[in-house]
């Protein structure tokens, strides 16, 4: 088991544990969690010995290996298979061996330890590996230095997959994944044979993938059984007691302090009031939690614009005379919230250039509103931002005629305070590098976002502040991310990006899991008998009819909002006593001629509202 006893350690002068423990049985899988700067990946490498402790242990047993994922992807001639077959490198030099050696023992020993670790498998493990993580067999062929920064960190993530040491140490994997290597990876770890920590922001991957979870705060570790979800109600509950606790300490503190100042000058009453002292002398203090400052993504309000926003007809695009996408006929509203969905390379990417004018359609029909705004945030912005200006200097560049407090202001609305506001980029955390650039992606109020893989780099608490944003937001939204959470949440519409098109998916997020973990399946055969007996079931509406109930159900709501909104205010106008004077009689009968027209289309919206609602649960039960 790992065994971290009393650990201390800081960080130029600033603390990042304090005699802090934890133990993790063998076998077990972990979620290392915690707000962003707390120390985690530190403590990955304090745990590879990489730094020395100032006080406290690690041990681990011995002969134990640990493994991560190198911090440079490789860039080798070597191809993908050959690298991930070189990080098991017991085999690896057990196979040069078998090529040279002449001694017949020596022979029967290598030949009798190969089989022992299963080598001749390896090849095959290795490639469905790298298949799982979106290689097939002649991307596998290849060498590593034909792939981008990006591709080639799946390849070392493939590797140490492969090598298959006692502690894997994993940091944020998913970050160089798209959605179905994720899914992958998610299934991968539950059948890991090995002990694995796994530091990530993904909630659905600690839900499914892991056991247990191991929170990092105040400078402490404490481990919690169960997956995120689990922890975090746990956590929840023990904040409120803690909370509880302290309050009924002051309580008890307050009333031992007010009789020691009542009474502690009178002499029949000092002994009682000088053991109270005492009393307040020994009493361990329990602290209320501090509520850590709310993450918060506050997105402007663009003006409503007539639907379609944007639509295309038997639209073709791709590059130089390269063709990536065609047939496309689409249309975005202003109240959609896509997702796409398909493989890396497939053309998520570009379609969202399209989409955002930063591709010229190759032909076909392809139709915008005029005053049409879009909104565009990609990873690769992040590296883009000047790392020797401040956040409020990238601002100034962009709105030069306001002034510093409205800019600041704009900070504020996204996270970043005083202290970020005037720190260069470079020493900003990945977070909020994040932050700064989504800031600027939608500082026009964009009546369209498209958003590639916006939670990379952001925790967990960050994630769930932007599914908040993206949820009040009244533009539309096209997602692409493998943060099943902030998907399943966000979108009500799929476009699965796939052989050269793109098409709505009629499906749903869990149907789309299920499909991508069970393509390699075989189908099961039918049951004649089963089948004979079984009553044919209504037809299920389509992606499409679904998708047209839930807007339906959608505007009756706001139409109702809107009407109640109108009652209320017309309440209030009709409690003034000084409509009723004489003089306003006429004045007073118009107010509630308008009462009464509103009651009546209020009870005809909700009647609306319920039957949408009706009509769109038989739809979804199907």
Not at 12 to 21: C, D, K, T, V, Y
Not at 255 to 262: K, T, W
Not at 357 to 369: F, I, N, W
Not at 485 to 498: E, F, G, I, K, T
Request: proline letters at 4%; a neutral charge; charged letters at 30%.
């Amino acid at each position: 088991m790992l065994r971290i006893q009393d650990i201390t350690y800081s960080v130029e002068g600033r603390p990042l544990f304090e005699e802090a423990s934890a133990t993790i049985p063998n076998g077990h899988k972990v979620g290392l969690v915690g707000r962003n700067g707390t120390g985690k990946t530190t403590l990955f490498r304090l745990i590879r010995g990489e730094l020395a402790l100032e006080t406290g242990s690690i041990t681990l047993p011995s002969k134990a290996q640990i493994g991560g994922i190198a911090q440079e992807a490789p860039s080798s001639n070597v191809s993908l298979i050959d690298t991930v077959l070189a990080a098991a490198t017991e085999r690896a030099a057990l196979m040069a061996e078998a090529e040279t050696a002449t001694d017949p023992t020596r022979i029967a020993e290598v030949q009798t330890r190969l089989a022992d670790i299963d080598a001749w498998s390896a090849e095959a493990r290795a490639a469905s590996i790298l298949k799982g993580l979106g290689f097939d067999e002649e991307a596998q062929q290849r060498p590593c230095s034909d792939f981008s920064g990006g591709w080639r960190m799946r390849v070392a993530l493939a590797a140490v997959l492969f090598s298959e040491p006692d502690l894997l140490l994993l940091d944020e994997p998913t970050n160089y994944l798209d959605l179905e290597g994720a899914l992958w990876l998610e299934a991968y770890l539950v059948k890991y044979p090995h002990t694995v920590i796994i530091i990530s922001h993904d909630r659905e991957l600690l839900n499914r993938s892991v056991g247990g979870i191991l929170h990092l705060e105040d400078r402490q570790l404490t481990y919690y059984g169960g997956n995120y979800d689990q922890f975090a109600r746990q956590r929840a509950a023990n904040r409120a007691n803690q909370a509880a606790q302290a309050k009924k300490q002051d309580a008890r503190r307050a009333h031992l302090q007010s009789f020691v100042d009542r009474f502690k000058a009178k002499a029949s009453k000092a002994k009682q009031a000088q053991s109270r002292v005492k009393m307040l002398e020994k009493m361990e203090t329990i602290r209320a939690p501090e509520d850590a400052a709310r993450t918060v993504f506050t997105f402007p309000t663009p003006e409503e614009l007539s639907p379609p926003i944007i639509a295309t007809e038997g639209v073709k695009v791709g590059y130089d005379d390269k063709v990536i996408l065609s047939h496309l006929d689409l249309r975005i509203d202003q109240d959609d919230r896509i997702a796409l969905l398909g493989k890396n390379g497939e053309g998520k990417s570009t379609l969202s250039k399209m989409l955002s004018a930063r591709l010229a359609p190759m032909g076909g029909k392809m139709a915008q509103s005029s005053k049409l705004r879009i909104g565009f945030f990609a990873q690769h912005q992040v590296d883009e931002l000047y790392i020797d200006e401040t956040p409020l200097q990238h601002l100034m560049r962009e709105r030069a005629t306001e002034g510093q407090p409205r800019l600041r202001a704009r900070l504020a609305g996204f996270g970043l305070g005083a202290d970020q506001a005037d720190t260069e980029v470079g020493r900003l955390s990945g977070g909020q590098k994040a932050r700064l650039s989504l800031l600027l992606a939608t500082l026009d109020a964009p009546h369209l976002l498209i958003l590639d893989e916006p939670t990379n780099h952001l925790d967990i608490e960050s994630r769930e502040a932007l599914v908040e944003a993206l949820t009040a937001y009244t533009g539309a939204v096209i997602l692409v991310s493998h943060d099943m959470h902030l998907l399943s949440l966000v979108a009500d519409r799929l476009w699965l990006v796939s052989k050269g098109t793109v098409k709505p998916y009629e499906g749903d997020l869990a149907s789309y899991r299920a499909l991508l973990l069970e393509k390699d399946k075989p189908a099961p055969k039918p049951n004649a008998k089963a089948a004979k007996k079984e009553k044919p079931k209504a037809a299920r509406p389509s992606r499409e009819a679904i998708l047209a109930l839930r807007k339906e159900a959608r505007k009756s709501e706001e139409r109702v909002n809107k009407l109640t909104q109108m009652k209320d205010k017309l309440d209030v106008k009709l409690a003034d006593p000084e409509l009723y004077e004489p003089e306003k009689k006429d004045e007073a009968r118009v107010w509630q001629g308008k009462h009464s027209e509103v009651i009546v289309a209020l009870e005809r919206a909700e009647l609306l509202w319920m039957r949408a609602l009706e009509k769109l649960e038989k739809a979804e039960a199907l």
